[in-house]
């Protein structure tokens, strides 16, 4: 593929070792880094991921702030350098529609700018910015975010379901499946059985992915 030029990576953690297969394949080319969540209107930061980069750093960096926008690391204890990431500038979209509970938790005005509280963990080294996780139970799987309560939620809502809880199984930071683990209300013989009425419930309430 001679036409090809750039790699570029966004909404998922970008390992190392995907960064030097490519290189190694494709010695002519750029892989780029991006980070921004929607409700910052997608990139807020970005990177050319050189040689440099790869043997100065263990982990891969999300960027440097795009122009315009500034990101805050809001820190629960100061000794630690990270923190909840905080994005701020004229990007940040206005709010979730018709969710006020959700905006007076993550919007908010900063020196007169609107302001997200992303729920991303990160910290700067270098003036670059890294990626450490979430502070609550969203996940991203192939590019989307999921929220674990509201698989567990939905789950709940069959006639024969008790309890129920989603998590994450990982490999490192990435997220490989999400696995439930159920409490019936009453003990059945026909686990499989309940399994086939299981799926076509969700897929009726929860997004395909």
């Given at each position: 593929l001679p036409a090809l030029h750039s790699f570029l990576f966004m909404g998922e953690e970008l390992p190392g070792r995907t960064i030097t297969v490519l290189k190694n394949s494709f010695k002519n080319t750029r892989v780029l880094n991006a980070y921004g969540p929607t409700e910052a209107t997608?990139?807020?930061?970005?990177?050319?991921?050189t040689e440099d980069l790869l043997k100065t750093y263990t982990s891969t960096p999300i960027g440097y702030p795009m122009p315009g926008s500034e990101l805050l690391i809001?820190?629960?204890?100061?000794?630690?350098?990270?923190?909840?990431l905080i994005i701020v500038g004229n990007h940040v979209s206005v709010g979730y529609f018709k969710n006020e509970e959700l905006n007076r938790n993550k919007f908010f005005v900063h020196?007169?700018?609107?302001a997200f509280?992303?729920?991303d963990i990160a910290y700067y080294e270098d003036d670059l910015l890294f990626y450490l996780g979430r502070n609550d139970d969203q996940i991203?799987?192939?590019?989307?975010?999921i929220e674990l309560n509201e698989i567990a939620n939905?789950?709940?809502?069959?006639?024969?379901?008790?309890?129920?809880?989603?998590?994450?199984?990982?490999?490192?930071?990435?997220?490989?499946k999400i696995i439930a683990f159920i409490i019936?209300?009453?003990?059945?013989?026909?686990k499989d059985e309940f399994?086939?009425?299981l799926f076509p419930f969700l897929e009726k309430l929860l997004p395909y992915y």
């Open positions: 997608i990139v807020t930061t970005f990177v050319n991921i809001d820190k629960t204890n100061p000794d630690e350098k990270q923190g909840e020196y007169g700018k609107r509280r992303t729920g991203k799987m192939h590019g989307y975010r939905i789950i709940c809502k069959h006639n024969l379901v008790k309890d129920a809880v989603a998590v994450p199984l990982k490999r490192g930071n990435e997220v490989k019936l209300k009453d003990q059945i013989e026909e399994k086939k009425q």
